[in-house]
């Protein structure tokens, strides 16, 4: 699907990084800010997730994507245009809000063009573009930021909006078909309706449930990494001294490296797609998470430079390696496409759950007890994930099946 490669390169190239430094150095915000930051971005997701999900599934996907860039684009200018912990406030609810438009219907629209069966082979060859892409971005971005940090992020935010053009323009939309007025009940109803399919189909699912407890504890784990990562640099261990390089440079070549590896591992990820059958996929994840817990603790307890970026570049490339792995395994239990965003995005609520319920315990343990604690407490928290990956390969990668529930009385 070229435009899908296509999307997954420029998606990509907007540098969070960049917003990263910009809270940390311009915003000033603490630790416990840091989070709230996320959090309130998790909460938007968690109240849009299933809503816009179901809105892919009844009308359109593509529809659906066009909504999410442009909101997102907007939700980016936001955050660049006013440095204010408030204004931040604001644009990460908009981002949140704009991105569970695309959580769902994008894994969806392109598992429908291409089949479940060579859904996983796609991802993988999407997730090495998307490494390029971001590699590109993170060069344009580090210059931009050097005029100018706001400069850098407005424009990842107007580019976010320009993907959202071209999708309505080009994407094509030939796997998915959409109810016909004679078969439609009122928008509403119909809109219930499938948000109801979609809930019950996860419940009669046993491994969808696992799948979707595994995502709310991953979630909460992630939020200590991706808030307090440019804070333990810059407050904790310290960036190398070299000239007067700005933080912003720092970060950007750490970011190059760990794209660099990812990009060169992800050949790996591409072969094991061609085996793509359950069992395997789940052994891989339950390898990948448990290294992706060593590597945040040990990025949570290094004392040097070195240390630090080699557990942090590891964390990285396991959690990246993670996520298209996931997505086919998660796929592969969705046989109903008429409720496939529905779900997909059920699980992002899960996820939504996890950052925005567990984040502000990790800030607040940053706040009291440093970064490092924060760090050691998100890795401790994918152990409940590592038990339930393993409980599923005793069941050869999936779960005995229950019967199915009744149905609801007209």
Do not use: C
């Amino acid at each position: 699907m070229p435009f899908f490669y296509t999307l997954e390169f420029v998606l990509s190239m907007p540098a969070f990084v960049v917003i990263a430094v910009y809270l940390v150095r311009d915003v000033g915000l603490s630790p416990l800010q840091l989070v709230l930051v996320g959090t309130v971005m998790e909460a938007a997701v968690f109240v849009s997730e299933i809503p816009t999900g179901v809105f892919a599934d009844t009308y359109s996907r593509r529809a659906s994507l066009v909504v999410s860039f442009v909101v997102q684009g907007i939700g980016w200018m936001i955050v660049g245009s006013f440095a204010d912990f408030a204004a931040v406030l604001i644009g990460w609810a908009v981002w949140g809000f704009g991105y569970t438009f695309m959580s769902g219907a994008y894994e969806a629209w392109i598992t429908d063009e291409v089949g479940p069966d060579n859904v996983g082979r796609v991802f993988a060859r999407g997730f090495q573009l998307s490494y390029a892409g971001a590699l590109v971005g993170l060069g344009l971005s580090i210059a931009l930021a050097a005029v100018s940090l706001r400069l850098a992020i407005i424009s990842g935010g107007a580019l976010l909006i320009a993907a959202g053009v071209a999708t309505a323009l080009l994407m094509p939309e030939t796997g998915f078909t959409r109810a016909s007025d004679r078969e439609r009940r009122g928008s509403w109803t119909e809109l219930r309706a499938t948000a109801s399919r979609g809930a019950r189909y996860v419940r009669v699912q046993p491994l969808l449930l696992v799948i979707m407890v595994i995502t709310f504890f991953t979630g909460m784990s992630s939020e200590a990494v991706d808030r307090l990562t440019e804070a333990h640099f810059i407050r904790d261990i310290g960036l190398p001294r070299l000239g007067s390089l700005d933080p912003v440079v720092w970060f950007g070549i750490f970011g190059a490296g760990s794209l660099v590896i990812g990009l060169v591992a992800s050949q790996f990820l591409v072969r094991r797609f061609e085996r793509g059958e359950e069992l395997s996929l789940a052994r891989l994840l339950l390898a990948l998470t448990a290294v992706q817990a060593i590597a945040m603790a040990a990025f949570g307890l290094a004392g040097s430079i070195v240390v630090a970026l080699g557990a942090l570049w590891l964390y990285r490339l396991m959690r990246a390696l993670v996520a298209p792995v996931y997505l086919t395994w998660l796929n592969q239990n969705i046989t109903d496409s008429s409720v496939r965003a529905t779900v997909i995005s059920i699980a992002g609520q899960s996820d939504a759950i996890g950052q925005a319920g567990g984040g502000p315990l990790l800030g607040g343990v940053g706040n009291l007890f440093g970064i490092r604690a924060a760090l050691l407490a998100g890795a401790a928290v994918l152990m409940p994930a590592l038990g339930l990956y393993a409980r599923a390969l005793r069941h050869g990668g999936r779960e005995p099946e229950l019967e199915a529930l009744p149905e609801a009385a007209p």
